[in-house]
């Protein structure tokens, strides 16, 4: 059991850090491109990679699990999850967008008892309301500079974190292979039906950043653009496999926090690819977040030693 949380921590840590190279492809092209274009590109590209996996690891037979209907809710639930946090970082510097992102961890902590049948302390729920706080500090209610694709980022963040609950309740007979390949599939459905109902209803600009990279008609991309875009499918279909993985090994509540190693990779691409420095507010408020969430993994790691030093401790 050990083992298997242990290559469960590595396998998330190594996701973050993969998952991390999209943001900055993804918004060196949202001031041109549709975000279903994007979506679609990624997809078509990964889809090879992911169905040769699928083979190597558990066959191709695998892909029609009689726990379909699960597989496709998950990956709609990531569909969106991944679109609206797309359209967050067109309009976000990347430090925001991700350290809003990062509540993902205390909301998989806090469903991880309800959803899962996890125990879950007060202590998480505590860690959970200074993460909120932490959200507040860095969206500064009232000082006339909110920007509602903030609420993108932390919609995000609520999505994501059911989809890896799920993983984890789904693990025990689906692998991560497949279950990166319905995410793919439904990527790339879900990218096709959304840019043709913006198409048949004639909507093609909007004024928000998000918004314009949301209904952007489709164009012919250059070729280093479409390199960009293909890009991510490589790096999707490691990074979907690594993140599924993690929490299809270890419990949820054992490996959520090391998504905050995502908090060294996305603000340091901000900077060297876009010249962003991220706010005081920013900095302070993913302090709060990330705080929360290491005390939380401490409480964890406290509760689950504990019948271990009783037992040892035990004159009989």
């Known amino acids: ?72 809710m998950r990956a709609l639930i990531l569909f969106t999850s991944y679109t609206v946090y797309y359209l967050a970082i067109a309009a976000l510097p990347l430090a925001d967008a991700v350290a809003l992102y990062f509540m993902a961890p205390l ?101 928000h950043p998000s918004l314009e990279f949301l209904v952007r008609p489709w164009i012919w991309p250059t070729p280093i653009d479409f390199l960009k875009m293909a890009t991510c499918g490589f790096v999707a279909s490691a990074g979907m496999i690594l993140l599924s993985q993690a929490y299809r090994l270890a419990p949820a509540n054992s490996v959520a926090t090391f998504e905050y190693t995502g908090i060294i990779w996305s603000p340091l691409w901000g900077f060297l690819f876009f010249a962003e420095v991220p706010r005081s507010t920013t900095v302070v408020g993913a302090a709060l977040i990330i705080g929360a969430g290491l005390f939380a993994l401490d409480a964890s790691r406290r509760r689950s030693s504990a019948p271990a030093i009783a037992a040892t401790c035990d004159p009989a």
């Open 107 to 207: 909301f998989i902590m806090a469903l991880a008892g309800p959803y899962l049948g996890e125990r879950v302390a007060w202590q998480t729920l505590v860690t959970v309301m200074v993460g909120m706080l932490g959200v507040l500090v860095m969206l500064r209610p009232g000082a006339g500079l909110f920007d509602w694709a903030a609420l993108l980022s932390l919609a995000s963040a609520v999505l994501y974190g059911f989809s890896q609950l799920m993983a984890r309740k789904i693990g025990d007979t689906e692998s991560s292979t497949v279950m990166a390949f319905y995410q793919n599939g439904v990527y790339l459905l879900g990218a096709a039906l959304v840019a043709g109902l913006f198409w048949l209803a004639g909507i093609a600009h909007a004024t």
């Open 1 to 72: 059991m050990q083992n298997r949380i242990v290559l469960g921590m590595a396998s998330l840590c190594l996701g973050v850090l993969v998952f991390s190279l999209q943001d900055p492809l993804i918004k060196a092209v949202s001031g041109t491109y549709p975000v279903t274009e994007v979506m679609a590109i990624r997809s078509i590209v990964a889809l090879p990679i992911l169905l040769v996996l699928v083979h190597v690891d558990v066959g191709l037979s695998a892909i029609f699990s009689k726990r379909f209907r699960m597989l496709t």
